[in-house]
């Protein structure tokens, strides 16, 4: 079925520290996986993506890791600031019953960075 | 650019009334969705739009939900009648067009209480 995994719920680190948020899918078809931030109150944005075609890619203090065999992803930030507070939603592009391909969200990751 | 807008932000009404959201998408953007997010969850798609037409519609609860777009441009979300369990945040997005990989842009929701 349709389902993407997230974790850990809540994580909170140290200003300057590493976070690092981890995802799996279920669809071996999956070929886009977007990740979100969204700050309390404020809609999701997208940060970061990655294709099936590629095993890393980074911006900046922001990365993405895949791995297509064990169908799992991950997002990676160094040197957290406070701003860095906030829900991050993992995303895998999955084809429905229709046969369209549309995003399944993964349940969220609070993170809290004290300074 | 004015990005994805929508009203109202919020709205609390009472159990067995009707509710209508508006959703303006980001011009030029083809592709419209709606999405449901409850408390401490990821958004869930409800139904997408390509152009005017309703491409995928499989989650959105028929008995109560409605929702259209009637010149391509602007949609409305209607519930009628509403019920306790359909208090949550309400988010339009859109996209150039249905490719997976394209960024979707969300619009700041619309909060529903049902008392």
């Known amino acids: 079925g349709e389902n993407v995994e997230q974790h850990p719920s809540t994580l909170s680190v140290q200003e300057g520290d590493s976070a690092v948020i981890k995802c799996t899918y279920s669809d071996s078809a999956s070929n886009y996986f977007p990740w979100y931030k969204q700050e309390l109150g404020k809609r999701p944005q997208l940060i970061i993506d990655i294709r099936s075609n590629v095993g890393e890619k980074k911006d900046q203090r922001i990365a993405v890791t895949l791995n297509k065999t064990a169908k799992h992803f991950s997002l990676h930030i160094t040197e957290t600031q406070p701003e860095d507070s906030a829900v991050y939603f993992c995303a895998a592009s999955m084809f429905g019953d229709t046969g369209f391909q549309k995003l399944v969200f993964g349940t969220g990751t609070r993170l809290l960075v004290s300074p | 650019e004015a990005g994805v807008v929508q009203s109202p932000r919020y709205k609390i009404i009472e159990k067995k009334q009707p509710v209508a959201f508006w959703c303006n998408p980001i011009?030029?953007?083809?592709?419209l969705y709606w999405y449901l997010q409850n408390l401490g969850q990821g958004p869930e798609l409800l139904i997408r739009?390509?152009?005017?037409?309703?491409?995928?519609d499989s989650q959105l609860p028929k008995d109560r939900f409605s929702a259209e777009r009637l010149k391509g441009v602007d949609s409305t979300l209607k519930i009628q009648p509403a019920e306790l369990g359909d208090s949550a945040v309400y988010l339009c997005?859109?996209?150039?067009?249905?490719?997976?990989?394209?960024?979707?842009?969300f619009g700041p929701g619309t909060r529903l209480t049902v008392l």
């Open positions: 997005a859109s996209s150039l067009d249905r490719a997976a990989y394209n960024e979707q842009f």
């Open positions: 739009y390509e152009n005017e037409e309703a491409v995928d």
């Open positions: 011009s030029g953007h083809n592709t």
